[in-house]
C-alpha cells in the first residue's frame, strides 16, 4: 500500500495570501495517477485536480497542481474566503487506492 | 443532475452484517466506475473498494477484503456494499462515488454506519 504523507497537517493564512499544499508518497506514483480534493465541515470532498495537474470541471484557475514521482504540491495563488477548507490528496497509480490525512487550511 | 444517494446505514452490534446501497441518477452508471470511500468521524477519507463498469473487476482496500463485497446492478442503477464480521473500527460514514477507475468525480452525501455493543 502506498503512503500518502500530508504537510502542514494546519496552514493558516489570510484571505488573498498565496497557499502550498504538499504531498509526500512512500513510492513513485504511476503515471503522475494523483488527485487533490476540498472538503468543507458537513459536505462530501469535491475534486480540485486530476492527473496531478488537470483542472476538474468548473474549478477556478487560482488552483494548481504540480509534482511528479513521490512529490506533489496543490498550490492556491490567492485565498478566497470559501477555500478555507480541509485537502485532501489521492493516488490512483496502484491498485489499491490511498488518501493523504489531509491539511487543513484556516483563517488567521 | 448527477445524484447518488446511499440507504441502508445504521447501528449493528460488533460481528454483525449491513448492506448499503446507492441509488444513481443523471449520468451514465453503465459507463461508470463506482467506489465506496468511508471517513470516520473527524477522520480522514479511506478509500474501501471500487468496481469496473460492467461488474467484473473488483477490488478492495486490505482492512475490508474478506469482509466486504461491492456489486452493481446496472439495470437498476444501483451499487451495493455487502458488509460482514463489522468492527468497531469500521464506524464511518459511507460516500458511494463515481469515477474512472482511479480519481472520482462524484459523490454522494453518505450513510452513517455505527458498529458498537
Known amino acids: 500500500e502506498i503512503v500518502l504523507t500530508q504537510s502542514p497537517g494546519t496552514l493558516s493564512l489570510s484571505p488573498g495570501e498565496r497557499a502550498t499544499l504538499s504531498c509526500r508518497a512512500s513510492?513513485?506514483?504511476?503515471?503522475?495517477?494523483f488527485a487533490w480534493y476540498q472538503q468543507k465541515p458537513g459536505q462530501a470532498p469535491r475534486l480540485l485536480i486530476y492527473?496531478?495537474?488537470s483542472r476538474a470541471t468548473g474549478i477556478p484557475d487560482r488552483f494548481s497542481g504540480s509534482g511528479s514521482a513521490t512529490d506533489f504540491t496543490l498550490t492556491i495563488s490567492g485565498l478566497e474566503p470559501e477555500d478555507f477548507a480541509v485537502y485532501y490528496c489521492?493516488?490512483?497509480?496502484?491498485?489499491?487506492?490511498?488518501f493523504g490525512g489531509g491539511t487543513k487550511v484556516e483563517i488567521k | 443532475e448527477v445524484q447518488l444517494v446511499e440507504s441502508g446505514g445504521g447501528s449493528v452490534q460488533p460481528g454483525g452484517s449491513l448492506r448499503l446501497s446507492c441509488a444513481a441518477s443523471?449520468?451514465?452508471?453503465?459507463?461508470?466506475?463506482m467506489h465506496w470511500v468511508r471517513q470516520a468521524p473527524g477522520k480522514g477519507l479511506v478509500w474501501v473498494s471500487r468496481?469496473?463498469?460492467?461488474?467484473?473487476?473488483?477490488n478492495y482496500a486490505d482492512s475490508v477484503k474478506g469482509r466486504f463485497t461491492i456489486s452493481r446492478d446496472n439495470a437498476k442503477s444501483t451499487l451495493y456494499l455487502q458488509m460482514n464480521s463489522l468492527r468497531a473500527e469500521d464506524t464511518a460514514v459511507y460516500y458511494c462515488?463515481?469515477?474512472?477507475?482511479?480519481?472520482?468525480?462524484?459523490w454522494g452525501q453518505g450513510t452513517l454506519v455505527t458498529v458498537s455493543s
Open positions: 462515488a463515481r469515477g474512472g477507475s482511479g480519481y472520482i468525480i462524484g
Open positions: 443523471g449520468f451514465s452508471f453503465t459507463n461508470s466506475w
Open positions: 468496481i469496473k463498469t460492467d461488474g467484473t473487476y473488483t
Open positions: 513510492q513513485s506514483i504511476t503515471n503522475n495517477y
Open positions: 492527473d496531478a495537474s
Open positions: 489521492q493516488q490512483y497509480g496502484s491498485s489499491q487506492l490511498t
